[in-house]
């Protein structure tokens, strides 16, 4: 198209295009075939393509979307190689879950492996900056779990779909306090556990009577924070 023959009071060519208006109708086809094939490849990848995706399953479907998404748009391109991309996608997929299977080697090259984020309610640092997961993130995890005391946090494991499982202390336990500095009010109403400092960089715990002097013997950081008992 011509500069030219851009008109924004053009009203039909901005709803309709260059296409002709027997398109639309050509659309509801298309939409209801790539819906199909969508549905079918899905069920046949199996039901965890309705949960959480691992990396794999979420290259099939970021590669569905991007073969569909063409044909949808433009009348010149055929809806046939749609269910092509498809097989071999969904082919590609069960070849992957299959070999998985038969080899943890080959499930934990291709998946990746799991890790160990909070280890009795001290993060794990090194862990955490190599799977890229700040504080922050993991502190609004917890948060979200009902956990306002890191103490209290037993295990913390990223699996290999980057969600979290989080296990607790039956028992109640002091910890770094996870409320953020912006809500003071809250953070005063938490129970502080007597004589006991928690590293606000890994939430290492110290008994004192007084804030330590000394760099955490965990991190190395020198910034400690009264612990608090949930």
């Given at each position: 198209m011509k500069p030219e023959d851009i008109q924004v009071t053009d009203w039909l060519r901005i709803l309709l295009g260059e296409?002709?208006?027997?398109?639309?109708?050509?659309?509801?086809?298309?939409?209801?075939?790539?819906?199909?094939v969508l549905m079918v490849s899905m069920r046949i990848m199996g039901k965890r393509m309705a949960s959480m995706l691992s990396r794999t399953e979420m290259a099939a479907l970021v590669s569905l979307a991007a073969a569909n998404g063409?044909?949808?748009?433009?009348?010149?391109?055929?809806?046939?190689?749609?269910?092509?991309?498809?097989?071999v996608v969904v082919g590609i997929q069960r070849l992957i879950s299959w070999r998985?299977?038969?080899?943890?080697?080959?499930?934990?090259?291709?998946?990746?492996?799991?890790?160990?984020?909070?280890?009795?309610?001290?993060?794990?640092?090194?862990i955490m900056e190599r799977t890229r997961i700040t504080r922050d993130r993991l502190f609004a995890q917890f948060r979200h779990e009902d956990i306002f005391n890191l103490g209290k946090v037993q295990r913390t494991y990223m699996e290999?779909?980057?969600?979290?499982?989080?296990?607790?202390?039956?028992?109640?336990?002091?910890?770094?306090?996870?409320?953020?500095?912006?809500?003071?009010?809250?953070?005063?109403?938490?129970?502080?556990?007597?004589?006991?400092?928690?590293?606000?960089?890994?939430?290492?715990?110290?008994?004192s009577q007084r804030p330590p002097?000394?760099?955490?013997?965990?991190?190395?950081?020198?910034?400690?924070?009264?612990?608090?008992?949930?």
């Open positions: 296409v002709p208006g027997i398109f639309l109708l050509e659309i509801v086809i298309r939409v209801a075939f790539i819906y199909l063409v044909a949808l748009m433009d009348p010149s391109r055929g809806i046939l190689p749609i269910a092509i991309i498809a097989f998985s299977t038969q080899d943890a080697s080959f499930e934990e090259t291709v998946m990746d492996d799991m890790d160990i984020l909070v280890i009795d309610g001290t993060l794990q640092l090194d290999a779909n980057g969600s979290f499982t989080i296990m607790k202390f039956a028992e109640d336990r002091p910890g770094l306090p996870l409320i953020p500095d912006i809500d003071p009010d809250f953070l005063k109403e938490q129970k502080v556990a007597p004589d006991t400092f928690a590293c606000k960089g890994c939430g290492l715990l110290v008994k002097q000394h760099d955490c013997t965990n991190c190395g950081a020198n910034d400690w924070k009264e612990a608090v008992i949930s």
